[in-house]
């Protein structure tokens, strides 16, 4: 889809829009670091919730994984009281949306590259002992209502889903 002319616009819109929404991201790390709270925690799901859309629209899957795993971590976070779960789950956002921003920055180029080279080591490694931590919470998206896990991906899957 990257090399089709017809997509040109559109994908050079979709990298605009999703560096813009990574601003907007960091900024709410930023944040984060400062206080954690869990209205920022689900307001950095609900934003990247809208790159993740527009990354499987394109048929960019493993990005819509990686931004997945972002959105899932911001709403599990936010049901999290423990201040020490916080930072750890902003330091593995931080990794995760610089992750995402040199990814983008490739499409730009029209380069599709495998996300592994861009460094997921360190995500994944804190996102499979976070993981644990999130066994009894199933709620990863804003909807209040419960939802049965089985209807839910759950971190591990996700990770699975990148290849890792």
């Known amino acids: 889809m990257l090399e089709d002319p ?3 616009e559109v994908i050079d819109g979709f990298c605009e829009e999703s560096l813009d929404i990574i601003d907007e991201l960091e900024t709410i790390l930023d944040e984060l670091e400062d206080a954690p ?26 990005f819509g994984a990686l931004t997945e795993l972002g959105k899932t971590l911001g709403y599990k976070a936010s049901q999290v009281s423990n201040p020490e779960a916080g930072e750890v789950i902003t330091a593995i956002l931080f ?3 610089e992750v995402s921003k040199k990814y983008i920055h490739k499409i730009e180029k029209r380069e599709l590259i495998a996300l592994k080279s861009l460094g997921l080591e360190r995500i994944t490694k804190r996102a499979v002992v976070v993981s644990e931590k999130f066994n009894d919470i199933t709620r990863t998206s804003v909807a ?6 089985h209807d839910q991906k759950s971190i591990e899957a996700l990770l699975k889903n990148l290849g890792l």
């Open 144 to 149: 209040t209502e419960e939802v049965s896990e």
């Open 37 to 62: 709270s869990s209205k920022l925690f689900e307001s950095f799901g609900q934003k990247i919730d809208r790159i993740m859309g527009a990354a499987r629209t394109l048929q960019l899957d493993e």
């Open 95 to 97: 990794d995760l949306v």
């Open 6 to 8: 017809d997509m040109q």
